[in-house]
């Protein structure tokens, strides 16, 4: 019973180890662009107003 278990366990770790081996998706390296980075400068515009702060009574 022992040995049984013992070889099911061993075999199906195998089955599992050459799935792996296998099935691991090969990726490829990609060659670098040469590209300028693109810099995006936002134009933020803050419009002055009248800044009326209420009383605190302190």
């Known amino acids: 019973m022992l040995f049984t278990i013992t070889i099911s366990l061993t075999v199906l770790v195998i089955i599992n180890l050459l799935l792996l081996k ?3 998706n090969k990726t490829t390296k990609r060659t ?9 400068t936002p134009q933020i515009t803050i419009s002055q107003g009248d800044e009326r702060l209420a009383p605190t009574g302190s």
């Open 32 to 40: 670098k662009v040469d590209k300028k980075p693109v810099v995006l």
């Open 22 to 24: 296998f099935s691991c």
